[in-house]
T-cell receptor, first 111, second 111 residues
């Protein structure tokens, strides 16, 4: 059974204080690993897809990296508007289109 | 483009009542999904439709039915609502195996 574990559950940063969120996964053949951002009362918003170990993607202050067992979402010099819950998910390469989501990391950036 | 739209945004039901949640996408995606999101449990797949004309059960299908009306529309029906179905419901769509795009959600309370 595919599993996704995110840590920490919650993270409080001062504005400008860089940090990383972790996503550990087990999957029977990785097709893709996804990062989403979810604001309160809204649906998840797609950020990145990573397909193979060693791959990296960046968007503004966010950088996602992937190894064979985990992914990191690095946040450089965060701003208060980066406050949100960040979700990690994996899809397997089998015929069943199942995406397994983690519970998320709730990030709060304090001015 | 509106992306993924859902109606209604909020709903309160009494135990035993029925209702249908509507979802539509304008991204020409083949696959559509229904999830529920509960505190501490993350997103759980209820049903999915890999393509027009097909539907399959996800992780938590009991108490729900779905209809893929056409390529754009995918509805979720609760035949006899129960308090355990109080949740936030999200519809999503994707090209096969790729990142999913989510709607704004329906907040359902069953009394």
């Amino acid at each position: 059974e595919d599993q996704v574990t995110q840590s920490p559950e919650a993270l409080r940063l001062q504005e400008g204080e860089s940090s990383s969120l972790n996503c550990s996964y087990t999957v029977s053949g990785l097709r893709g690993l996804f990062w989403y951002r979810q604001d309160p009362g809204k649906g998840p918003e797609f950020l990145f897809t990573l397909y193979s170990a060693g791959e990296e993607k960046e968007k503004e202050r966010l950088k996602a990296t992937l190894t064979k067992k985990e992914s990191f979402l690095h946040i450089t010099a965060p701003k208060p508007e980066d406050s949100a819950t960040y979700l990690c998910a994996v899809s397997n390469s089998g015929g069943y289109q199942k995406v397994t989501f983690g519970i998320g990391t709730k990030l709060q950036v304090i001015p | 483009n509106a992306g993924v739209t859902q109606t209604p945004k909020f709903q309160v039901l009494k135990t035993g009542q029925s209702m249908t949640l509507q979802c539509a996408q304008d991204m020409n995606h083949n696959s559509m999904y229904w999830y529920r999101q509960d505190p501490g449990m993350g997103l759980r797949l209820i049903y999915y439709s890999a393509s027009e004309g097909t539907t399959d059960k996800g992780e938590v299908p009991n108490g729900y039915n779905v209809s893929r009306l056409n390529k754009r529309e995918f509805s979720l029906r609760l035949e006899s609502a129960a308090p355990s179905q109080t949740s936030v419901y999200f519809c999503a769509s994707s090209s096969v195996g790729d990142e999913q795009f989510f709607g704004p959600g329906t907040r359902l309370t069953v009394l």
